[in-house]
DNA sequence: GATTATTTTATACTGACTGTATAAAAATTT
DNA sequence: AAATTTTTATACAGTCAGTATAAAATAATC
C-alpha cells in the first residue's frame, strides 16, 4: 500500500479510538499524519471513507483469525465457537473499537450506515452457519435468532461490565459464558419448537462466497505482479500463486506464508480478501 | 409548560425522528416551531439538551405506563413482565424513537453520554427488580446480567427483524418470545449456578427512591400553586394534594386523574415524576 | 393606564467544520 | 532530460453551533 495512505489511515486510526470519529476532524488527521489535504482526498473521497477502510481491514483481520483458529479442530465444538467469538471481543479491546463501532452502527450517513449493514450481516451469518456446525442441523431454524442472541448478549454484558467494574473485562469468561447460555437456551428452544424470526433469511451479503481453489493461483499471480516494488510481500503472494498450482502444495509452508501476510498491517483490502480465501481452503491441502 | 418552549420541543421532536438528531440543525428547529434564535437559547443550552428533555419525557410515558399495566395484576407473572416490555418497544415503534435512542447512546458529547449511561442504568435496574419479582429472590444473583440479556436480545431482534422482514414489527409476539427464552435460560441458570457479573452492582440511579405517600400531598399543593395559568392541569394537580391527604382517598378517582395527567404532553419533567411517585403507591390505597 | 420587567425577534458575528479548487513544488516514471 | 504524477500550500464556499445585542412585543406590577 502508498506509503501516503498508510501515513493516514495510521494517523486516523489513532485519532478515531482516542478521540472518537466525530471530533476528530480532517484537519487534526492531516496534522497527525503530516500530509496536506490534497493528499487525504486524493486517495479517500471523506472522511467516512477513510473510517470504512479502517473498520475493513479490522474485519478481514478478525475473519482470519478466526479461520486460523478452527484450523485442525472440530467444527461442533463448543469451545472452538467460545474462542472466535473471543477473537473478536479481544481485538475490540486491544485495539479501542467499540467506540469506532458506535460512531458507525447508529451514524446518519448513508453510505456508513449501508456499509454497518454490510458488516452486521456478515457477522449475523457467520455466527449463525457456526451456530448450526456446533449444534446440527436441527439448530438451523433457530440459528439467525440465535446469533443476535449472541450478539446482543455479548455487547450489552461488555456494556455492562464497564458500568459495573473498573477491571479489565475478562473477555474469555464472557465469551465462554455466552457460549454456555447459548448451548442451554437453544437445547431447550429446540425441544419448544419455539421460534421468532422463523424462515425468514438475511439479504445475502458478499464476501460469504468462496473463490475456487483452483481460481486462487491466477488471482494471486495476477496480483503478485501489481507488487514489484514491495519485495517482501511480492515474494509471499507469489510463492502462494506458484505453491497453490502445484500437485500437492505443502500445507504448513502456506500455513506460515499466511500467518506472517496475516500480520501486516500494510497490505491493501484487495489482497486480504485473497488470503481469506486462501485460509478459508487450508484445511482442503494434505 | 411554556408554550413556546413546548412549540419548540415539538418542533424538534417532529425534526429529529424524521431526519435524525445530528442532521437537523438548530436553524431547522428555529423554522419549524416558528421562533427565533434567542428563544431557543433562552429554554435551551444546547441542541442536546434539548433532544435530553425530549427522551426525559418519553422515558416517564414509559414508566408511567409500566406502572398502569402492573396495576392489580400479579407482580410474578411472567405476561405482566412482557407486557411492560412491549410497552417500550411499542412507544419506540410508534414515536419512532430509536433513531433518537442511537444518537444518544453512543454520541461523544459527554453530557448526553452521562445522561444515555442514567436512562440505561435505569432500564437494567428496573428489568432487574422485574426478574427477581417473577423469578423469586434465587433469581436475584442472576437479575443483572439477564437484564443485559433481555435488553440486547430485544434491541437485536428489533434491528434484525427490519434486515429481514419489510413488514410491521410484531411487538407483542417479540417480547413474549425474549420472556419465554428469559425463562428458560434462567431457570438452568440458576440451576446450573453459571454466573459471569456475579455479585457486582450498578452504581445506584436517582429517581429509583420513593417519595412517602405522606410527603406527596405537600409536594403535589406546592406545585399546584406554580400553576396558577394552566387551569386544568392546576385543578388536576390540586384535587390530587387534597385526595391524598384525606383518610382513605378513592383510589378510582386519583387514577382517572392520573391517566389523564399521563396523557398532558404540557407538564413540566418537576410534575411528571411526581405523578410517576403517585402511581407507585396506588395500590397501596384502598 | 402608565411604567417597569421580561420575553421575543432580527441580525450580525465568531470560530470550527467539510469539501473544492488551483498553482507551484517535489518526486517518479519514462 | 523530459514528461507525468503526486504532494503541498493556500484560498475559498458553504454549513454548522453558539454568542451578542439592540429593538420590538408582550406580560406584570403599581
Chains 1, 2 share one sequence.
Not at 481491514?57 to 472466535?84: F, K
Not at 479491546?93 to 458506535?102: I, P
Not at 449444534?135 to 458500568?163: C, D, M, S, T
Request: hydrophobic fraction near 45%.
Amino acid at each position: 500500500m502508498n506509503p501516503k495512505k498508510q501515513q493516514i489511515l495510521t494517523a486516523a486510526y489513532k485519532l478515531f479510538i482516542n478521540k472518537g470519529y466525530n471530533p476528530s476532524s480532517i484537519q487534526d488527521i492531516l496534522d497527525e499524519a503530516g500530509v496536506s489535504k490534497g493528499t487525504f482526498y486524493n486517495y479517500f473521497g471523506s472522511k467516512s471513507e477513510c473510517l470504512m477502510a479502517i473498520m475493513e481491514s479490522i474485519g478481514s483481520e478478525i475473519r482470519q483469525q478466526r479461520l486460523a483458529a478452527a484450523l485442525g479442530m472440530l467444527t461442533n465444538d463448543p469451545e472452538v465457537l467460545a474462542e472466535q467469538l473471543y477473537i473478536r471481543i479481544k481485538l475490540n479491546l486491544e485495539k479501542n473499537l467499540f467506540s469506532l463501532y458506535e460512531s458507525i452502527f447508529y451514524s446518519q450517513d448513508p453510505e456508513l450506515k449501508s456499509f454497518s449493514v454490510k458488516q452486521y450481516t456478515l457477522e449475523m451469518e457467520w455466527i449463525s452457519s457456526r451456530i448450526v456446525d456446533v449444534f446440527g442441523k436441527e439448530a438451523a431454524p433457530y440459528a439467525l435468532e440465535n446469533a443476535a442472541f449472541v450478539h446482543g448478549y455479548v455487547q450489552q454484558l461488555i456494556h455492562l461490565w464497564r458500568l459495573v467494574s473498573i477491571d479489565e473485562l475478562p473477555a474469555e469468561k464472557l465469551s465462554s459464558f455466552v457460549v454456555r447460555r447459548l448451548q442451554a437456551t437453544i437445547t431447550l428452544q429446540i425441544a419448544a419448537k419455539d421460534s421468532f424470526i422463523g424462515k425468514l433469511k438475511l439479504p445475502i451479503a458478499t464476501l460469504s462466497e468462496l473463490i475456487s481453489l483452483e481460481e486462487l493461483p491466477t488471482m494471486l499471480k495476477a496480483y503478485a505482479d501489481k507488487l514489484k516494488t514491495h519485495a517482501n510481500t511480492h515474494q509471499l503472494v507469489q510463492f502462494l500463486a506458484t505453491e497453490l498450482a502445484i500437485e500437492v502444495p505443502r500445507k504448513a509452508l502456506v500455513e506460515s506464508v499466511l500467518t506472517t501476510l496475516a500480520n501486516d498491517k500494510q497490505i491493501e483490502s484487495e489482497l486480504s480478501i485473497l488470503i481469506e480465501q486462501v485460509w478459508k481452503h487450508l484445511d482442503e491441502l494434505a
